[in-house]
């Protein structure tokens, strides 16, 4: 049962970095926005953090598929295909010549994300607490039944 408490800690800081990422990736565009930065910044900024929240994502999907967690998998899965769609078709990369044409589809997308990776942190958190109120109670469970015989 400690394989699942761990399983579920991995969840944890993975989902806190795709959020952190999702966030810098959204603060990026608002200071290109505000002219706080330029564009080429803004969009090498965006395009260096875009493949390691894809591999983040994408390896979560993969550990919970591969540890029948059915209902995490498929509420990533949708996510992970259309990040390898963006992926194989070119498309995830922001142009520098573009940026400014997309800026304002690029926040609404970003902020899509953060609400769906806030959401999935929401469950992660209950399922981590639940695993962890379930282990001790059943390890107490074990250490009491031992100390009697």
């Known amino acids: 049962m400690a394989w699942e408490l761990l399983l579920w800690l991995v969840a944890f800081v ?16 608002s200071d290109l926005e505000f002219d706080y930065i330029n564009p080429y910044d803004s969009s090498a900024r965006i395009n260096a953090v875009v493949l390691p929240e894809f591999a983040v ?3 979560l ?4 598929l591969l540890t029948w967690h059915w209902f995490p998998f498929l509420l990533m899965a949708p996510i992970t295909y259309y990040h390898w769609r963006l992926y194989v078709q070119r498309k995830h990369v922001i142009h520098v010549t573009e940026i400014f044409s997309v800026l304002n589809g690029e926040k609404k997308y970003r902020m899509i994300k953060i609400a769906f990776y806030i959401s999935l942190f929401f ?14 109670m059943d390890d107490e469970d074990y250490r009491l039944d031992s100390a009697i015989y």
């Open 14 to 29: 993975s989902v806190i970095s795709l959020i952190a990422l999702c966030v810098y990736q959204l603060i990026c565009l």
């Open 57 to 59: 994502q994408a390896a």
């Open 61 to 64: 999907c993969a550990v919970f």
């Open 123 to 136: 469950i992660v958190i209950y399922r981590l607490v639940a695993t962890a109120v379930y282990t001790l």
